[in-house]
T-cell receptor, first 107, second 113 residues
Framework: GQQVMQIPQYQHVQEGEDFTTYCNSS?????IQWYKQRPGGHPVFLIQ?????EVKKQKRLTFQFGEAKKNSSLHITATQTTDVGTYFC???????FGTGTRLTVIP | DSGVTQTPKHLITATGQRVTLRCSPR?????VYWYQQSLDQGLQFLIQ???????AKGNILERFSAQQFPDLHSELNLSSLELGDSALYFC????????????FGNGTRLTVT
């Protein structure tokens, strides 16, 4: 069945360092979504990627969808303490969530 | 505030019991999704309804059932509860059946003792 694997599971960074989380699927994804869940909160939609090779930016966040549409990444430049939380990828159609990457930012 | 309302916020019950979790979607959203999140785990998709009809089914146990009512609110029924059912249950809604953008509620934390 469809599975979406996400790595790393945990990431600790110094404030100001960059952070990247990766999402991989064994099958082609029609679309992929990214969510952020703050500690004690609920997931919040960040972005959807649909096209092969697509790159989207939101301020310090850069999202990429692989050419084969089997992988995706979220890169945060110069992390801030407000970036703390767990980042999930999901797809397709939000039926399969990755295990998430929990980001800790050390001030 | 996502606009999605889940009640109750917390629920503590004993093994073998039955509980009902309720979700009111955002105004205008026709689709409701249910997810289970165990401690330090990802989100497991349970079931999706669109405009009253079941649209997709995930790893939902036979002891669990759900429905979406004409006013579009949804209920998730969990029966014969086991300790392993303790988790955070999220409801999410989207305007259409494809669920491009999901809006999540604050969740119901279920503790089975």
């Amino acid at each position: 069945g469809q599975q979406v694997m996400q790595i790393p599971q945990y990431q600790h960074v110094q404030e100001g360092e960059d952070f990247t989380t990766y999402c991989n699927s064994s099958t082609t994804l029609s679309n992929i979504q990214w969510y952020k869940q703050r500690p004690g909160g609920h997931p919040v939609f960040l972005i959807q990627l649909v096209k092969s090779g697509e790159v989207k930016k939101q301020k310090r966040l850069t999202f990429q969808f692989g050419e084969a549409k089997k992988n995706s990444s979220l890169h945060i430049t110069a992390t801030q303490t407000t970036d703390v939380g767990t980042y999930f990828c999901a797809g397709p159609d939000n039926l399969f969530f990755g295990t998430g990457t929990r980001l800790t930012v050390i001030p | 505030d996502s606009g999605v309302t889940q009640t109750p916020k917390h629920l503590i019950t004993a093994t073998g019991q039955r509980v009902t979790l309720r979700c009111s979607p955002r105004s205008g959203d026709l689709s409701v999704y249910w997810y289970q999140q165990s401690l330090d785990q990802g989100l497991q998709f349970l079931i999706q309804y669109y405009n009253g009809e079941e649209r997709a089914k995930g790893n939902i146990l036979e002891r669990f059932s759900a429905q979406q009512f004409p006013d579009l609110h949804s209920e998730l029924n969990l029966s014969s509860l086991e300790l392993g059912d303790s988790a955070l249950y999220f409801c999410a809604s989207s305007v259409d059946g494809q669920g491009v953008t999901l809006h999540f509620g604050n969740g119901t934390r279920l503790t089975v003792t």
